[in-house]
């Protein structure tokens, strides 16, 4: 079946300094999803891209889905402390949806 | 949260008892699912629904139960064939398919006696 995998498992970033987290995929997707969840909390949508080789941006936070609609990663540029948490990716192929194992961040400040 | 209510937020099971959980959404959302997450390994789909009255099993049924009497309403039964149940256990809905933006609930962790 499909499967959506997350690299690196976590991610230890000394505060202002940037880092990426990347997703692949066995399969063309349709469309990938990703997903912050704070320590404790619950998963809470931030972005989906649809189009190949689409790029965006919410802020420090910038979203790109490969050409081939097989990957994609989640850049952060100069790490906060509220960006702790951990981040999901989630890719749509045959109406199925499938999470990554996620990417957990901490910040040293 | 979001318009998802999961209740209770800390359940305990003892051996060979069902527990049910509970999930409402006033979101008038179509689709509604049941995660199971645990360390290290994302979240895993146990089942899904995208219309009342008619369920899906996911990729970890066994040992779950489901209803959909209630647009509103899929709550989930854990029954004593669940052989490892301790997990964060997280109820989602979306507007139509598994596709769509996904809200989620607070979740549920449900611990073994």
């Known amino acids: 079946g499909q499967q959506v995998m997350q690299i690196p498992q976590y991610q230890h970033v000394q505060e202002g300094e940037d880092f990426t987290t990347y997703c692949n995929s066995s399969?063309?997707?349709?469309?990938i999803q990703w997903y912050k969840q704070r320590p404790g909390g619950h998963p809470v949508f931030l972005i989906q891209l649809v189009k190949s080789g689409e790029v965006k941006k919410q802020k420090r936070l910038t979203f790109q889905f490969g050409e081939a609609k097989k990957n994609s990663s989640l850049h952060i540029t100069a790490t906060q402390t509220t960006d702790v948490g951990t981040y999901f990716c989630?890719?749509?192929?045959?109406?199925?949806?499938?999470f990554g194992a996620g990417t957990t961040v901490t910040v040293r400040a | 949260d979001g318009g998802i209510t999961q209740s209770p937020k800390y359940l305990f099971r003892k051996e060979g008892q069902n527990v049910t959980l509970s999930c409402e959404q006033n979101?008038?959302?179509?689709?509604m699912y049941w995660y199971r997450q645990d360390p290290g390994q994302g979240l895993r789909l146990i089942y899904y629904s995208q219309i009342v009255n008619d369920f899906q099993k996911g990729d970890i049924a066994e040992g779950y139960s489901v209803s959909r009497e209630k647009k509103e309403s899929f709550p989930l039964t854990v029954t004593s064939a669940q052989k490892n149940p301790t997990a964060f256990y997280l109820c989602?809905?979306?507007?139509?398919?598994?596709?769509?933006?996904?809200?989620f609930g607070a979740g549920t962790r449900l611990s073994v006696l």
């Open positions: 399969t063309t997707l349709s469309n």
């Open positions: 989602a809905s979306s507007q139509t398919g598994m596709d769509d933006i996904q809200y």
């Open positions: 989630a890719g749509t192929n045959d109406y199925k949806l499938s």
């Open positions: 979101l008038n959302h179509d689709a």
